[in-house]
């Protein structure tokens, strides 16, 4: 499985930034959970977002919620996320990542970086204030 994640840049504070990630999914998009981390300088890699299998559910960390959206294509069998209201605090590399592992606690387990099988290469957000 590859991911190819874009859509980074370098935006004012309050902006809006649309990353997308590619994968070589095909049949099995569907059976994927995929998630999105970001990882600023001197900081661990961190959860963003994540889409479970199907869709079926989205879960967000605090500090994004209500600002970024995490979508699916499935023809193009890509993920996006759509990050408004952008604040300094949001620069980092952000990475999509996606993993088939099925959890006893779905919203512990697509929380985890440990859980994700594949990540993209990542791209940079920069906000300036």
């Known amino acids: 499985v590859q991911l190819q994640a874009c859509g980074g840049g370098l935006v004012q504070a309050g902006d809006s930034l649309r990353l997308s990630c590619a994968t070589s999914?095909?049949?099995?998009?569907?059976?994927?959970?995929m998630g999105w981390f970001r990882q600023a300088p001197g900081k661990e890699r961190e959860f963003v977002g994540a889409?479970?299998?199907?869709?079926?559910?989205?879960f967000y960390a605090d500090s994004v919620k209500g600002r970024f959206t995490i979508s699916r294509d499935y023809d193009k069998n890509t993920v996006y996320l759509q990050m408004d209201n952008l604040k300094p605090e949001d620069t980092a590399v952000h990475y999509c990542?996606?993993?088939?592992?099925?959890?006893?606690?779905?919203?512990?387990?697509?929380?985890?970086?440990?859980?994700?099988?594949?990540w993209g290469q990542g791209t940079q957000v920069t906000v300036s204030s």
């Open positions: 990542a996606a993993t088939s592992k099925t959890f006893s606690n779905l919203q512990f387990g697509v929380r985890a970086r440990q859980t994700y099988d594949y």
């Open positions: 999914i095909r049949t099995f998009f569907n059976y994927y959970h």
């Open positions: 889409s479970t299998q199907h869709s079926h559910n989205t």
